[in-house]
């Protein structure tokens, strides 16, 4: 009897421990985070978080603003000349290494020059205004892509820094040339990795093969994406033509192909090889077709879903989603997909564990929305 009563208790215990499981759960087709509009802007493309909770965005138009926690109050710390159309505009921003001391910022624009356009890094020191507030202030173009060429597309610009703080990784896209991303000659299409001061790198892996000296990879064509996991992997995402997007494990001196294999097409619908084992180029470790147009890349390292720590999370642009890669050390595999009713351009992550998305504003608004465990 007593034993029936143990098991029965146990049995309950149990039941109730499944049902508390279950009602933490959401219902079908409900979203596993809260959403919560903390601002809008005029056509946001990237944010980082400042180490007391503000955040620094960027506008396509070349404002830089710094916005509190709450959304609101803002300020604009920089108004930067870029040139806007098409794919055009103020880019990335993120903070240097040591913005503790050094309250440097490093960002990237497209401009126009010699040739054409192409996109530069720059940066600049966040200080005081002498009133109530602050200013980016000490700017300089630091990098700038090379040729500067015609077309208003595929800057990309995105910006990482290595995990010891020593080196940065640079984006430049292919500018919708093509065989740029093939010419060892020229930054285009390609990941490059500088010193902090925009400096060829020493040690990088094809200087010695008559290649342009910054070159960490190539065979890219418009990288909107590029991030460290917590063992050092450098992880990057691009957009593919009609099909073929691609999340990508860099190493160096890798040719991941463009525009000789693609698992993707050309818009007229010519056919591009598709990556398989053999061919001498990279493949990704995850592709999309039909596409998802990635914007922004973080990889989740914070405790409020823990259940996504060391995941890969990307904008979907196009496909206006969210969109989370499973990463295991060095292979990925498709997670989920949300569906965020806009074009997400950037995600990245807050100090709290909490994910920040910013909505592209080209077609919609522009709001910058806070993800928070329910």
């Known amino acids: 009897m007593i034993r029936r009563t143990l098991a029965a208790t146990g049995l309950i215990s149990a039941t109730l421990l499944a049902a508390a499981a279950c009602s933490a759960q959401p219902a079908p087709g409900e979203k596993p985070f809260q959403e919560t509009v903390v601002a809008d802007f005029e056509s946001p493309w990237a944010m980082t978080v400042v180490p007391d909770g503000r955040m620094l965005v960027t506008e396509k138009a070349g404002e830089m603003l710094l916005v509190s926690a709450d959304g609101k109050q803002r300020q604009t710390v920089a108004t930067i000349t870029v040139d806007s159309a098409g794919q ?4 990335d921003v993120v903070l240097a290494p040591d913005f503790a001391t050094s309250k440097r910022v490093y960002f990237s624009y497209s401009s126009t020059g010699a040739g054409g356009k192409g996109v530069v890094l720059a940066r600049g020191r966040l200080r005081p205004d002498g009133g109530e507030g602050e200013r980016l202030g000490e700017i300089e173009v630091v990098f700038s892509a090379r040729p500067f060429v015609e077309g208003n597309g595929h800057y990309s610009g995105r910006i990482a820094f290595s995990p010891d703080g020593k080196y940065l990784f640079f984006t430049n896209g292919d500018r919708q040339k093509f065989t740029p991303a093939q010419d060892p000659k020229v930054t285009l299409g390609k990941v490059l990795r500088l010193t902090l001061d925009g400096k060829p ?3 990088n892996p094809l200087a010695g093969k008559g290649f342009a000296p910054e070159i960490w990879s190539y065979g890219h064509r418009n990288l909107l994406g590029i991030a460290f996991d917590a063992q050092g992997n450098l992880w990057e995402q691009e957009m593919g033509p009609k099909g073929g997007d691609e999340v990508n494990l860099i190493t160096p001196g890798q040719n991941y192909g463009w525009p000789n294999a693609s698992n993707g097409s050309h818009y007229d619908g010519r056919d591009i090889p598709d990556h398989k084992p053999g061919d001498g180029y990279a493949a990704p470790k995850v592709s999309w077709n039909p596409v998802i147009s990635p914007g922004g890349l973080m990889i989740y390292s914070g405790s409020m879903f ?15 989603s969210l969109v989370r890669v499973d990463l295991n050390g060095t ?10 009713g806009a074009r997400i351009r950037e995600v990245e992550q807050g100090p709290d564990g909490a994910i920040w998305v910013l909505e592209d504003g080209g077609e919609e608004q522009g709001r910058l929305i806070k993800l928070t465990a329910r």
């Open 306 to 320: 823990p259940q996504w720590k060391g995941d890969a999370f990307i904008g979907g642009l196009s496909s206006k």
């Open 88 to 91: 055009g505009g103020l880019m």
């Open 331 to 340: 292979n990925a595999a498709k997670g989920d997909q949300w569906d965020m």
């Open 201 to 203: 790198a020493p040690g």
